[in-house]
Nanobody, 117 residues
Framework: HVQLVESGGGSVQAGGSLRLSCAARTGTFRNACMGWIRQVPGQEREGVAV???????NYADSVKGRFTVSRDNAKNTLYLQMNDLKPEDTAMYYCAAKPCGLSAYLIWGQGTQVTVS
């Protein structure tokens, strides 16, 4: 099974930037669709961005133009570049993997906290 480990979270002031990384410690995700999902305690999870095997991307309206998802299959690493961060971006961010034909993510990382003040 693929094990996903996120890093890069932290605290930043509004307008700042962070880059999240998600590394596959075991296995490979080159054939999977990958996504970033965030969650605020007491609220439902929100899909932030998804990237297909071919590099095609899709974003939540709330982050379009500010966030960029990318993947490096050679390094088995997924990225989320977050610019112009807003306080409402504060959440736990998770990376996840799924077969591209499924709607539900099957493998999740442990999450990394992003706090914007």
């Amino acid at each position: 099974h693929v094990q996903l480990v996120e890093s890069g979270g932290g605290s930043v002031q509004a307008g700042g930037s962070l880059r999240l990384s998600c590394a596959a410690r075991t296995g490979t995700f080159r054939n999977a669709c990958m996504g970033w999902i965030r969650q605020v305690p007491g609220q439902e999870r929100e899909g932030v961005a998804v990237i297909g095997r071919d590099g095609s991307t899709n974003y939540a309206d709330s982050v379009k133009g500010r966030f960029t998802v990318s993947r490096d299959n050679a390094k088995n690493t997924l990225y989320l570049q977050m610019n112009d961060l807003k306080p409402e971006d504060t959440a736990m961010y998770y990376c996840a993997a799924k077969p591209c034909g499924l709607s539900a993510y099957l493998i999740w990382g442990q999450g990394t906290q992003v706090t914007v003040s």
